[in-house]
Protein backbone atom coordinates (compact mmCIF):
# COMPACT_ATOMS: atom_id res chain seq x y z
CA UNK A 1 0.00 0.00 0.00
CA UNK A 2 1.42 3.36 -0.69
CA UNK A 3 0.01 5.16 3.03
CA UNK A 4 -1.81 8.01 3.20
CA UNK A 5 -1.61 10.08 0.13
CA UNK A 6 -1.28 14.05 0.57
CA UNK A 7 -1.24 17.16 -2.21
CA UNK A 8 0.38 19.54 -2.65
CA UNK A 9 3.41 18.60 -0.48
CA UNK A 10 4.14 22.50 -0.09
CA UNK A 11 1.55 25.47 -0.53
CA UNK A 12 2.90 29.12 -1.09
CA UNK A 13 0.55 31.72 -1.14
CA UNK A 14 -0.95 35.24 -0.72
CA UNK A 15 -3.46 36.45 1.81
CA UNK A 16 -6.90 36.23 1.13
CA UNK A 17 -6.46 33.64 -1.76
CA UNK A 18 -7.96 30.04 -1.26
CA UNK A 19 -6.06 26.78 -0.47
CA UNK A 20 -7.36 23.37 -1.34
CA UNK A 21 -5.54 20.54 0.64
CA UNK A 22 -5.67 17.40 -0.54
CA UNK A 23 -5.75 13.44 1.17
CA UNK A 24 -5.88 10.03 -0.02
CA UNK A 25 -6.55 7.96 3.17
CA UNK A 26 -5.21 3.71 3.31
CA UNK A 27 -7.58 1.76 1.56
CA UNK A 28 -10.07 -0.20 3.53
CA UNK A 29 -9.53 2.98 6.34
CA UNK A 30 -12.86 4.09 7.84
CA UNK A 31 -11.87 7.20 9.92
CA UNK A 32 -9.79 9.90 8.24
CA UNK A 33 -8.20 12.87 10.74
CA UNK A 34 -6.71 16.33 9.44
CA UNK A 35 -4.00 17.72 12.07
CA UNK A 36 -1.94 20.98 12.23
CA UNK A 37 0.85 21.62 13.44
CA UNK A 38 3.04 24.93 14.46
CA UNK A 39 6.00 25.62 16.46
CA UNK A 40 3.53 27.58 18.89
CA UNK A 41 0.68 25.10 19.31
CA UNK A 42 2.29 21.50 18.36
CA UNK A 43 -0.22 19.04 17.05
CA UNK A 44 -3.94 19.85 17.05
CA UNK A 45 -6.56 17.52 16.02
CA UNK A 46 -8.93 19.78 13.30
CA UNK A 47 -11.71 17.54 12.47
CA UNK A 48 -12.17 13.99 11.94
CA UNK A 49 -14.26 11.33 9.77
CA UNK A 50 -16.30 8.16 10.34
CA UNK A 51 -17.16 6.51 7.15
CA UNK A 52 -17.49 9.82 5.32
CA UNK A 53 -19.35 11.66 8.35
CA UNK A 54 -17.58 14.34 10.13
CA UNK A 55 -17.96 12.96 13.38
CA UNK A 56 -15.50 15.67 15.21
CA UNK A 57 -14.86 19.14 14.00
CA UNK A 58 -14.47 21.36 17.48
CA UNK A 59 -10.74 21.64 16.78
CA UNK A 60 -11.06 23.68 13.47
CA UNK A 61 -10.52 27.23 14.06
CA UNK A 62 -12.79 29.30 12.63
CA UNK A 63 -15.16 28.94 9.99
CA UNK A 64 -12.96 30.34 7.28
CA UNK A 65 -11.99 26.00 7.63
CA UNK A 66 -14.54 23.66 5.61
CA UNK A 67 -13.53 19.77 5.50
CA UNK A 68 -15.48 17.26 2.94
CA UNK A 69 -15.00 13.51 2.58
CA UNK A 70 -17.17 12.94 -0.29
CA UNK A 71 -16.00 8.93 -0.51
CA UNK A 72 -14.30 6.69 0.77
CA UNK A 73 -10.82 7.56 -0.77
CA UNK A 74 -10.64 11.25 -0.93
CA UNK A 75 -11.38 14.61 1.73
CA UNK A 76 -10.63 17.72 1.34
CA UNK A 77 -9.72 20.86 4.01
CA UNK A 78 -10.26 24.15 2.36
CA UNK A 79 -9.40 27.56 3.77
CA UNK A 80 -11.48 30.66 2.39
CA UNK A 81 -9.92 33.13 2.68
CA UNK A 82 -6.65 32.63 4.13
CA UNK A 83 -4.40 34.65 6.36
CA UNK A 84 -0.88 34.38 7.65
CA UNK A 85 -1.55 32.58 11.06
CA UNK A 86 -2.55 29.64 8.90
CA UNK A 87 0.58 28.98 8.42
CA UNK A 88 1.34 25.90 9.20
CA UNK A 89 1.92 21.78 7.94
CA UNK A 90 -0.73 20.23 7.48
CA UNK A 91 -1.13 16.54 8.28
CA UNK A 92 -3.73 13.54 7.10
CA UNK A 93 -3.89 10.37 8.85
CA UNK A 94 -6.70 7.52 8.49
CA UNK A 95 -7.18 4.08 10.88
CA UNK A 96 -8.71 0.86 10.00
CA UNK A 97 -10.74 0.77 13.32
CA UNK A 98 -11.79 1.76 16.54
CA UNK A 99 -9.09 2.32 19.93
CA UNK A 100 -7.00 -0.68 19.05
CA UNK A 101 -4.95 0.40 16.53
CA UNK A 102 -2.95 3.46 15.64
CA UNK A 103 -3.13 6.27 12.82
CA UNK A 104 -1.23 6.23 9.96
CA UNK A 105 0.02 9.86 9.05
CA UNK A 106 0.82 11.17 5.60
CA UNK A 107 3.40 13.17 5.00
CA UNK A 108 1.73 16.69 5.46
CA UNK A 109 1.57 19.71 3.24
CA UNK A 110 3.93 22.74 4.34
CA UNK A 111 1.41 25.91 3.79
CA UNK A 112 2.73 29.28 3.56
CA UNK A 113 0.74 32.41 3.28
CA UNK A 114 2.03 35.82 2.97
CA UNK B 1 -8.97 18.31 28.20
CA UNK B 2 -6.41 16.48 28.14
CA UNK B 3 -2.81 18.08 28.26
CA UNK B 4 0.33 15.79 27.63
CA UNK B 5 3.92 17.14 28.68
CA UNK B 6 7.61 16.00 27.28
CA UNK B 7 10.53 16.18 28.92
CA UNK B 8 13.41 16.82 27.77
CA UNK B 9 12.55 19.26 24.67
CA UNK B 10 15.67 18.42 23.05
CA UNK B 11 18.52 15.49 24.07
CA UNK B 12 21.82 15.56 22.40
CA UNK B 13 24.09 12.07 23.20
CA UNK B 14 26.75 10.25 21.67
CA UNK B 15 26.11 6.68 19.87
CA UNK B 16 26.09 3.75 22.07
CA UNK B 17 24.28 5.25 24.88
CA UNK B 18 20.95 4.32 26.23
CA UNK B 19 18.37 7.00 27.01
CA UNK B 20 15.18 7.98 28.15
CA UNK B 21 12.27 9.84 27.05
CA UNK B 22 9.63 11.12 29.15
CA UNK B 23 6.25 11.54 28.63
CA UNK B 24 3.34 12.98 31.42
CA UNK B 25 -0.61 13.02 31.01
CA UNK B 26 -2.98 15.16 33.35
CA UNK B 27 -5.99 12.77 32.58
CA UNK B 28 -5.87 9.26 33.40
CA UNK B 29 -8.98 7.95 31.63
CA UNK B 30 -7.12 7.00 28.44
CA UNK B 31 -7.59 4.15 25.62
CA UNK B 32 -3.83 3.88 25.35
CA UNK B 33 -0.69 5.58 25.17
CA UNK B 34 1.41 5.95 21.62
CA UNK B 35 4.69 6.93 21.17
CA UNK B 36 5.60 8.42 17.02
CA UNK B 37 8.81 9.15 15.51
CA UNK B 38 9.04 12.20 13.28
CA UNK B 39 11.70 12.80 10.92
CA UNK B 40 11.94 16.25 9.52
CA UNK B 41 9.46 16.81 6.83
CA UNK B 42 7.82 13.97 7.30
CA UNK B 43 4.83 12.25 8.70
CA UNK B 44 4.58 10.95 12.09
CA UNK B 45 5.21 6.67 12.20
CA UNK B 46 4.18 4.82 14.51
CA UNK B 47 6.52 3.20 17.25
CA UNK B 48 4.53 1.62 20.09
CA UNK B 49 0.72 1.65 21.30
CA UNK B 50 0.62 0.67 24.72
CA UNK B 51 -3.17 -0.14 26.04
CA UNK B 52 -4.04 1.34 29.29
CA UNK B 53 -4.92 -2.09 30.63
CA UNK B 54 -0.53 -2.99 30.04
CA UNK B 55 2.36 -1.74 31.81
CA UNK B 56 4.53 -2.11 28.50
CA UNK B 57 5.63 -2.82 25.12
CA UNK B 58 8.65 -3.71 23.26
CA UNK B 59 10.05 -3.13 20.15
CA UNK B 60 13.60 -4.19 19.01
CA UNK B 61 15.53 -1.59 20.75
CA UNK B 62 12.64 0.65 21.96
CA UNK B 63 10.83 0.09 25.42
CA UNK B 64 7.91 2.06 26.12
CA UNK B 65 6.52 1.31 29.98
CA UNK B 66 3.37 3.25 31.28
CA UNK B 67 1.78 4.21 34.85
CA UNK B 68 -1.49 5.06 34.16
CA UNK B 69 -2.08 5.89 37.67
CA UNK B 70 0.77 8.21 37.74
CA UNK B 71 -0.18 9.82 34.24
CA UNK B 72 3.44 8.91 33.37
CA UNK B 73 5.06 7.06 30.60
CA UNK B 74 8.80 6.62 29.61
CA UNK B 75 10.49 5.62 26.24
CA UNK B 76 13.44 3.52 26.56
CA UNK B 77 16.02 3.62 23.84
CA UNK B 78 19.07 0.88 24.17
CA UNK B 79 22.15 1.52 22.36
CA UNK B 80 21.31 5.06 20.72
CA UNK B 81 22.45 5.08 17.04
CA UNK B 82 22.49 8.46 14.59
CA UNK B 83 19.50 6.73 12.67
CA UNK B 84 17.88 7.44 16.17
CA UNK B 85 17.71 10.85 15.25
CA UNK B 86 14.30 12.47 15.12
CA UNK B 87 11.98 14.25 17.46
CA UNK B 88 9.72 11.88 19.15
CA UNK B 89 5.93 12.43 20.03
CA UNK B 90 3.63 10.70 22.73
CA UNK B 91 0.09 10.91 22.36
CA UNK B 92 -2.66 10.08 24.95
CA UNK B 93 -6.12 8.52 23.49
CA UNK B 94 -8.95 9.45 25.53
CA UNK B 95 -12.91 8.79 24.98
CA UNK B 96 -14.38 11.25 22.56
CA UNK B 97 -17.70 12.77 22.92
CA UNK B 98 -20.31 11.10 20.00
CA UNK B 99 -17.61 8.45 19.24
CA UNK B 100 -16.38 4.70 19.53
CA UNK B 101 -13.20 6.11 18.76
CA UNK B 102 -10.77 8.12 21.14
CA UNK B 103 -9.06 11.48 20.32
CA UNK B 104 -5.40 12.09 20.17
CA UNK B 105 -3.51 14.50 22.66
CA UNK B 106 -0.04 14.93 21.20
CA UNK B 107 2.67 16.04 23.38
CA UNK B 108 5.31 18.90 21.93
CA UNK B 109 7.98 16.20 20.89
CA UNK B 110 11.65 15.44 21.94
CA UNK B 111 14.16 16.29 19.38
CA UNK B 112 16.93 13.69 19.77
CA UNK B 113 20.42 14.04 18.74
CA UNK B 114 22.56 11.24 18.23
CA UNK B 115 26.36 11.85 17.45
CA UNK B 116 28.82 9.39 16.16
Known amino acids: DAGVIQSPRHEVTEMGQEVTLRCKPI?????LFWYRQTMMRGLELLIYFNNNVPIDDSGMPEDRFSAKMPNASFSTLKIQPSEPRDSAVYFC????????????FGPGTRLTVL | KQEVTQIPAALSVPEGENLVLNCSFTDSAIYNLQWFRQDPGKGLTSLLL?????REQTSGRLNASLDKSSGRSTLYIAASQPGDSATYLC???????????????FGRGTQLTVWP
Open chain 2, 91 to 105: AAENPDRGSTLGRLY
Open chain 1, 27 to 31: SGHDY
Open chain 1, 93 to 104: ASTNHGRTDTQY
Open chain 2, 50 to 54: IQSSQ
